[in-house]
């Protein structure tokens, strides 16, 4: 029965992972076609995104635009999220519901509802707006990471500050900032991701005044296929990895996704 369960488990992840090898394999044809098994070797194309003026300047867009959303999300939600925990109250989670509408709405209404608001007031096409409809569209993951990491804080701690003579800008940076900084960090890295990785809420408020790496690749699909395409998407792949994996090493990953310790 294990051998069984075993056998199971490894063929959804093979099945799961053959579109990856497929996109992986094209990255590396030697020739500019659509081949796989890929016909020759050459990772040239990967160097393509950082020497080809337009692939390089799309990249640094989407780097832009993802740390600064990441950012402006993260100054929204810990506010948001601070004021959730001390504010134990009915009314208080309709400001919670407001922070986690965006995120669960259908991503074209939710782009459909930015293209109309800058549309009418006539800032399409502006950068800026892409870097707030992204933060308004992601708030949604920094507000659940920290408000995981505020329900984790004892709140004796915060009492015995408050007795000491404390006031609330003293514990907050004493006390309340080091327990929920893994939780500010993770709930950027996964802004982050995600909004490098977005394509339809960009598209939507700035069209083509500013073109990501997602919109790139649309944009270049008009023209033919050229193998850059997949090794954007395996580089894309590759950063999911690596922050995902940062927080995995460095800090308690299934604690800041909601699972409850065995220590209490």
């Known amino acids: 029965m294990t051998a069984l369960r075993r056998f199971f488990f490894l063929a959804v ?9 497929v996109v992986a394999g094209v990255s590396i044809n030697e020739k500019q076609t659509l081949a796989f098994p890929p016909q020759g070797f050459s990772l040239s194309w990967y160097g393509e995104i950082f020497t080809n003026d337009e692939w390089r ?14 950012a402006l999300a993260l100054l929204v939600a810990l506010p948001l999220a601070w004021f959730l925990w001390r504010r134990v109250a009915p009314w208080a989670n309709i400001f919670q519901l407001l922070g986690v509408a965006p995120f669960t709405l259908p991503p074209v209404i939710t782009a459909l509802g930015f293209l109309t608001f800058w549309a009418t007031s006539g800032f399409y096409g502006q950068p800026w707006t892409a870097v707030i409809s992204h ?4 708030v949604t993951l920094p507000l659940v990471t920290l408000s995981l990491g505020f329900s984790a804080i004892d709140r ?4 015995a500050a408050a007795t000491m003579g404390a006031d609330d800008r003293t514990i907050f940076r004493t006390v309340i900032f080091p327990l929920i900084l893994p939780y500010m960090v993770s709930g ?5 991701v995600l909004s490098l990785n977005e394509y339809i809420v960009a598209y ?9 790496l997602p919109i790139k690749i649309f944009n270049a ?7 850059t395409m997949a090794s954007v998407t395996v580089f894309f792949l590759a950063i999911a990895a ?6 995995a090493r460095f800090g308690d990953l299934p604690k800041l996704l909601g699972a409850m310790t065995s220590d209490r």
Request: charged content about 5%.
């Open 13 to 21: 992840g093979l099945f799961l992972a053959l579109p990856l090898i």
């Open 57 to 70: 300047s799309a990249l640094l867009a989407s780097l832009t635009l993802a740390a600064t959303s990441a």
């Open 135 to 138: 933060a308004i569209f992601f």
């Open 156 to 159: 004796s701690l915060v009492e």
């Open 188 to 192: 950027y890295a996964f802004a982050f």
């Open 204 to 212: 939507m408020t700035v069209g083509f005044t500013m073109e990501t």
């Open 221 to 227: 699909l008009r023209y033919g296929y050229t193998p």
């Open 242 to 247: 690596l922050v995902f994996g940062a927080i």
